[in-house]
Antibody, heavy 122, light 107 residues
Framework: QVQLVQSGAEVKKPGASVKVSCKAS????????MHWVRQAPGQGLEWMGI????????SYAQKFQGRVTMTRDTSTSTVYMELSSLRSEDTAVYYC???????????????WGQGTLVTVSS | DIQMTQSPSTLSASVGDRVTITCRAS??????LAWYQQKPGKAPKLLIY???SLESGVPSRFSGSGSGTEFTLTISSLQPDDFATYYC?????????FGGGTKVEIK
């Protein structure tokens, strides 16, 4: 069965960077795009961007351009999301989510990781 | 970016009620719309994609309709497990966007 297992909670100071991992199993890793979505406390869902695990190409939401980097390691079927220049407003749960349809970048997310809480506080 | 507006933001209903949630897009997205359910402390769960296609394993009391700029999610007979927050998401463009969410509460 498809599983996405994310790394544990992080506490960071303003200005620092955080790198969240998402290890995939149960399917062909390179066949499905992976999204990153975040949710601030008590708020809605916010799409951050997407990575193609096959070639490593990425597309980021304009809001995060210049601050986010998504990468992947095909040898371990893991994708990473790094967010830099953290500020208090970046405190949120960060989710990885696999595309529902193979090889389609703009599509719904059919499988989600458990989420990683990132807290930014001085 | 395409903006997605959901209404209402909160909805109070009783078990057995028929519930309808609306999602409007700032421009036409054809049928490239998904609906998710989220419970507190949990990841979202895909319910419907391509506006009206039911995801595998989702109860048939959930249905979706619409195209272009106006969409609805209907729960035909609300069950205790359905009290949650619901989000729409457009995927017409390569920059995906979510609606603000609709919380379905117990009346």
């Amino acid at each position: 069965q498809v599983q996405l297992v994310q790394s544990g909670a992080e506490v960071k100071k303003p200005g620092a960077s955080v790198k969240v991992s998402c290890k995939a199993s149960g399917y062909t890793f390179t066949s499905y795009y992976m999204h990153w979505v975040r949710q601030a406390p008590g708020q809605g869902l916010e799409w951050m961007g997407i990575i193609n695990p096959s070639g490593g190409s990425t597309s980021y939401a304009q809001k995060f351009q210049g601050r986010v980097t998504m990468t992947r390691d095909t040898s371990t079927s893991t994708v990473y999301m790094e967010l830099s220049s953290l500020r208090s407003e970046d405190t949120a749960v960060y989710y990885c989510a696999r595309g529902l349809i193979a090889a389609r970048p703009n599509g719904p997310a059919g499988y989600w990781g458990q989420g990683t809480l990132v807290t930014v506080s001085s | 970016d395409i903006q997605m507006t959901q209404s209402p933001s909160t909805l109070s209903a009783s078990v057995g009620d028929r519930v309808t949630i609306t999602c409007r897009a700032s421009q036409s997205i054809s049928s490239w719309l998904a609906w998710y359910q989220q419970k507190p402390g949990k990841a979202p769960k895909l319910l419907i994609y391509k506006a009206s296609s039911l995801e595998s394993g989702v109860p048939s009391r959930f249905s979706g309709s619409g195209s272009g700029t106006e969409f609805t999610l209907t729960i035909s007979s609300l069950q205790p497990d359905d009290f949650a927050t619901y989000y729409c998401q457009q995927y017409n463009s390569y920059s995906l966007t979510f609606g603000g969410g609709t919380k379905v509460e117990i009346k």
